[in-house]
């Protein structure tokens, strides 16, 4: 199994440009999140889904969307790049109720910086 | 969620036991409390978690007080590839995205 995976690894960005993260999971869970994680900082979530087709909101939301049109992809997408997106963005996944219940599985990261 | 308090920084000779301190007096009846770590650049690694028992798995051991107010996370012979940064965490279980901290960062010193 790879686990949780995350396309791109670095992404280079202008102000004002819009690009999508894409998080993919083979361990058929249900949850899904999306952090970012800033120098020094601990991670924060940005989004979540507890299944497919369904999406929430987390602690920093603004200037995100999410999609999770299929059960392994969590999508997340930045319409319009700024600067203070500069950060690291993981991925993770969980399924709850089972083993260790809230046991998540988190991806190797984005580095995405915004010029 | 409640939240929790560790210090910022330890050190720990390699070979010695690791003792992380983290306090969470605002932890309800049904809060577990999950330890991570972070190796630097990764992503974050589960540990452990419980609830109000010790726990023991093959990477540590959680002791949580009687009281459930403050638990301690023991790694009982730090090597070099433990030094990460460790976050204490109080969650529900199963459906409760998790609260990340600052953390503590372990450097584990030769």
């Known amino acids: 199994n790879a686990g949780v995976t995350q396309t791109p690894k670095f992404r280079v960005l202008k102000t004002g440009q819009s690009m999508t993260l894409l998080c993919a999971q083979d361990m058929n869970h249900e949850y899904m999140y999306w952090y970012r994680q800033d120098p020094g900082m601990g991670l924060r979530l940005i989004h979540y889904?507890?299944?497919?087709?369904?999406?929430a909101k987390g602690e920093v939301p603004d200037g995100y969307n999410v999609s999770r049109l299929k059960k392994q992809n969590f999508l997340l997408g930045l319409e319009s790049a700024a600067p203070s997106q500069t950060s690291v963005y993981f991925c993770?996944?969980?399924?709850?109720?089972?083993?260790?219940?809230?046991?998540?599985?988190f991806g190797p990261g984005t580095r995405l910086t915004v010029l | 969620d409640a939240k929790t308090t560790q210090p910022p920084s330890m050190d720990c000779a390699e070979g010695r036991a690791a003792n992380l301190p983290c306090n969470h007096s605002?932890?309800?009846?049904?809060?577990?409390v999950y330890w991570y770590r972070q190796i630097h650049s990764q992503g974050p690694q589960y540990i452990i978690h419980?609830?109000?028992n010790n726990e023991t798995n093959e990477m540590a051991s959680l002791i949580i007080t009687e009281d459930r107010k403050s638990s301690t996370l023991i790694l009982p012979h730090a090597t070099l590839r433990d030094t990460a940064v460790y976050y204490c965490i109080v969650a529900n279980s199963g459906n409760t995205p998790l609260v990340f901290g600052k953390g503590t960062r372990l450097s584990v010193i030769a």
């Open positions: 993770a996944s969980s399924q709850p109720g089972q083993g260790s219940d809230n046991e998540q599985f």
């Open positions: 605002t932890i309800s009846g049904n809060e577990y």
């Open positions: 419980g609830l109000k």
């Open positions: 889904s507890v299944g497919e087709g369904t999406t």
